[in-house]
């Protein structure tokens, strides 16, 4: 089984900056692309960034060329970096690892439980 942990949210203020961590631990060989989402009150869940199996990147539109995915293959944890964040940005910050095939082996989707982040004016 694999485990998520978000942290890292926390209050930021607009021109600040914010970096979330996922790290993730138990059967590590399914951990090979994960996605970070997010979702604000009343608003339906969106991707933020995605880290894909052949490792590409992909980023929502609202987000391009402030946030950034990145992965720490030691610490088997991966991080969202946030530039510039917005009042917009607030919400709540899952990673995702979704379904894979990985050398014959079927990996669920897993998700993690969220980190809270709030950007101030």
């Known amino acids: 089984q694999v485990q998520l942990v978000e942290s890292g949210g926390g209050v930021v203020h607009t021109g600040g900056s914010l970096t979330l961590s996922c790290a993730a631990s138990?059967?590590?060989?399914?951990?090979?692309?994960l996605d970070w989402y997010r979702q604000a009150p009343g608003k339906q869940r969106e991707l933020v960034a995605a880290?894909?199996?052949?490792?590409?990147?992909d980023y929502g539109d609202s987000v391009k060329g402030r946030f950034t995915i990145s992965r720490d293959y030691v610490k088997s944890t991966w991080y969202l970096q946030m530039n510039s964040p917005r009042p917009e940005d607030t919400a709540v910050y899952s990673c995702h690892v979704p379904q894979q095939w990985i050398n014959g082996l079927h990996c669920p989707q897993v998700w993690g439980h969220g980190t809270q982040v709030t950007v101030s004016s």
């Open positions: 138990g059967r590590t060989a399914c951990i090979i692309a």
């Open positions: 880290l894909s199996t052949a490792g590409t990147t």
